[in-house]
Nanobody, 128 residues
């Protein structure tokens, strides 16, 4: 079992930065690939980024590539999402997710179905 808690959301002006954190508990955390998703009002939950168990491999949605950076510190059981050059269209509730046992392919990283555990979400609002 894995429990996930997000933090770090808030209100920021366009062009600004925020860093989200996801603190995980459970004995399988270090064995889990992890990801960030977001959901805007009236829209489906969409993939943002994914990181491998070791942190050595990352994968991003095209919409955030070059602006967002995913990382993790397994010693602290924490994953991060550094968000720079924020845009109003980045406004959403951001969720962290754990994939355990990790999906071993690469074609389904963006699917919510392969993630087994979810946090409660943290709101990010970007004003024009």
């Amino acid at each position: 079992q894995v429990q996930l808690v997000e933090s770090g959301g808030g209100l920021v002006q366009a062009g600004g930065s925020l860093r989200l954190s996801c603190t995980a508990s459970g004995r399988t955390v270090s064995s889990s690939a992890m990801g960030w998703f977001r959901q805007a009002p009236g829209k489906e939950r969409e993939f943002v980024a994914r990181i491998s168990r070791s942190g050595g491999s990352t994968y991003y949605a095209d919409s955030v590539k070059g602006r967002f950076t995913i990382s993790r510190d397994n010693a602290k059981n924490t994953m991060y999402l550094q968000m720079n050059s924020l845009k109003p269209e980045d406004t959403a509730v951001y969720y962290c997710a754990a994939d355990f046992p990790p999906y071993l392919g690469s074609s389904r990283y963006e699917e919510t179905a392969i993630y087994d555990y979810w946090g409660q979400g943290t709101q990010v609002t970007v004003s024009p």
